[in-house]
């Protein structure tokens, strides 16, 4: 078994930065990748970035290139979702997710591992 715990979410407003993270602690030699989602009110969950745990090769969504960056510390078991030039419409519920097995992914269905998540909210 494998847990993902999520902090350092919060209330910020547009234009501001946050920075999340997700400290995994278990089974973790298992883990090959690690991404994270995001959830808005009514609606499904989406993807946000990915990180393979080997090579450090990453991955984000269009909508947050150029404004996100995703960084993992395996000596400290902690993988990091920098957030910058914040937006409304990142406002949701952030999850930190891990996968046993593959490369980098963007569907909610090849993670085998979920945190409880933290919250996001942007003000305009």
């Known amino acids: 078994q494998v847990q993902l715990v999520e902090s350092g979410g919060g209330v910020v407003q547009a234009g501001g930065s946050l920075r999340l993270s997700c400290a995994f602690s278990?089974?973790?030699?298992?883990?090959?990748?690690m991404g994270w989602f995001r959830q808005a009110p009514g609606k499904e969950r989406e993807f946000v970035a990915t990180i393979s745990r080997g090579s450090r090769a990453t991955y984000l969504s269009e909508s947050v290139r150029g404004r996100f960056t995703i960084s993992m510390d395996s000596a400290k078991g902690t993988m990091s979702l920098e957030m910058t030039s914040l937006r409304p419409e990142d406002t949701g519920i952030y999850y930190c997710a891990a996968r046993q097995r593959g490369a980098l992914a963007q569907q909610t269905g090849q993670y085998d591992y979920w945190g409880q998540g933290t919250q996001v909210t942007v003000s305009s």
């Open positions: 278990g089974r973790t030699f298992t883990m090959a990748t």
